[in-house]
């Protein structure tokens, strides 16, 4: 059922509709960050906002500050934008339907080797590509994209053994394992062609401040930033070679959070709203359920919520207990909290419908009290000192921790909300919860040290689009260090990672498909992950300015074809 919107909220929102932009930050910036942008300010003589009857001037709001301006961070409301070819320049992407594309994007066409080793690039001529300070796009920038890249220890580029130039228009990767297609779609979000003249003499391009860290060969090109107003200026590249840019400027508009983008966007001063895998909260949805103008810009989303068991622990290493959880949820309770009923139930097999290879053919979800004190009994989980809570086969005290992962930081609430449902359906079972508090108190090093080593007994944490292109929820399932060197699973079990493995070296979406397929009756048959809900997310736009909006599942309105094809409705 959707949810009405309580008066408490709709004060709060008013509130932050008369105090205008926030600082939208979700992190705290840092004094190298923040030196940064006044770099950027003094080399562009910061001006007042671009003006102009006759100009198309697209306005995204989201909740990630203006405050960092480099093609090394995604970061900020610049970096997020860059995920869709915006002012950097993809490599190639994904479209609407998870399937790789050169459209807006450096390289428009590829050859995979059948053995999968090797992977030949293709582009059009240079010579008109330009890097926004008017030098020329040359093949020795492309080489050093990728040797860049590799140098500064980016995962997914340390397969790569040899780079090499194959033709005027084109060059040649060549791997130590066999995935040169899988490599594509892990990089399809931030990796981009980089300027050598910017970058090869930096020591440290991850806290690189300098002015020209934002020069990039994309169809739009930083104009300046009002860091008062939190709002920075982009103008249309004119005559760009890749296409035909049909929007002449967009504003990067930060808010503090949600609420406050969506009463910018009643108050016709925000187009569309986008935030990289955060949409919009389903409390919000009645706000602008009844606004002629705004469609909500609901699709089913790719990524999803989930429940990850660590199999480096006791007792979550226990199939027993592991079923035995997997009936204690109240599957529709936390739908509710998630998306307020904007989602449909999830089955065991654990993945979304918009994802490649989904296999429907599994049971939905079942909460279950009756199967989860069955499963656990016969576990040997008894409570044997009549406190109500259940012990560990040996008779020590059990108590089951909930990590979380930290990205992306919009979502906390959600899995506070999530976490307290899943403490009150436990206790029903007699099974004692509690947070893991280093985690929970966002000490991202804990975090990661605690994933690479495997110390996690349930872990809450979302597939983000850049996971669901490749792997989907396999990536944090599988011990993927034996194959990946990533440290998200601990799953070893020998099946499940050859059925990765296919995943993972696969050519085409065939044999892609057919990898995953195994993976999710693996899922339901072992327990290895719950997904709490196939959602629909929202990402609002409105109707009344531009034609031409394609919404993207799970990534919404703003994305690649977006420069492309948005027009102005004549007035």
Known sequence: MKKGISLILILTMLSLMLNGCGNGSTKETTEQNQTGTEATEAATNETAAPTGDEESVLRIGGSYSNDIFSAWSQRSAYGQANYHSFSQLNLWRVDENLELTGDGCFFNSWDVAEDNLSLVLHFDPLGELMW?????VTIDDVIFTFNHYKDNNIAT??????????????IRLTFKEPTAFGFMHSTTLSSY????????????????????????CGP???VSVDSAAQISYYEAVKDYPIGDITIDKVELKSYADQSAIIMAMMNDEVDVMYTYSAPLDHTLLSVIEAQPDIDQGGSTDPSTFQLIFGFGTNPTDDYNFRKGLSYAFDYELIAQAISGGYGEMATTGAASPSQKGYDPNYPLNEYNVDEANKYLDEGGFIDTDGDGFRELPDGSEMIIEVFRHYYPPELVPIYERIAEIMRVNLEKVGVQMTLDEQAWSDNQEYILDTMRNNRYQLMLITTPLSMVTWGG?????????????????????????EAYKKMLYSTNYQDYEDGYRDVQRMNSEDVTALVWEITTSHYPYRID???????????????GDLWYNLKPIAK
């Open 157 to 170: 580029f340390q397969n790569i053994e040899n780079v090499e130039i194959e033709s005027d228009t084109s």
């Open 132 to 136: 926004h300070d008017g030098q020329p």
């Open 545 to 559: 300015k531009f034609t031409g909006w394609i919404n993207y599942p799970g990534v919404g309105t703003v994305n």
């Open 220 to 222: 739009f090109k930083f």
């Open 193 to 216: 062609l980089l300027p050598k003249h910017v970058w090869e003499n930096v020591e440290d391009p991850r806290t690189y401040d300098g002015e020209d860290a934002v020069i990039g």
């Open 473 to 497: 929820i396999t990536n944090y399932v599988a011990d993927l260090e034996e194959i990946s060197g990533r440290f998200f699973g601990s799953y070893q079990d020998s099946e499940y990672l």
